[in-house]
């Protein structure tokens, strides 16, 4: 199985900043995608930013250019770096992680974070 732990979730001001984390462990061959996602209240879960199969990146427009999305590969780790906070960034952040599980099988499993809160508020 796979496990994935999210933290740095918190409270913060408008204007400030918060780095998330996302660990992966367990039966782990390769990772074919990463990203976050959230949900605000009331609101579809949307994606942020993510890795494609390829390595390159895609950010929603709301954050383009405040959010940073980066990887520690070694670590089965994603971070999302977020600056400028808005009020309207508020929501329960998720991670996503689409792993194979095997080298013998290209099955890919989709895991989930727990979610971390992050509410931007004075």
């Known amino acids: 199985q796979v496990q994935l732990v999210e933290s740095g979730g918190g409270l913060v001001q408008p204007g400030g900043s918060l780095r998330l984390s996302c660990a992966a462990s367990?039966?782990?061959?390769?990772?074919?995608?990463m990203g976050w996602y959230r949900q605000a209240p009331g609101n579809q879960r949307e994606l942020v930013a993510a890795f494609t199969s390829g390595g390159s990146t895609n950010y929603a427009d709301s954050v383009k250019g405040r959010f940073t999305i980066s990887r520690d590969n070694a670590k089965n780790t994603v971070y999302l770096q977020m600056s400028s906070l808005k009020p309207e960034d508020t929501a329960v952040y998720y991670c996503n992680l689409n792993i194979r599980r095997s080298s013998s099988s290209n099955r890919v499993y989709a895991y989930w974070g727990q979610g971390t809160q992050v509410t931007v508020s004075s």
């Open positions: 367990g039966s782990i061959f390769s990772i074919e995608t």
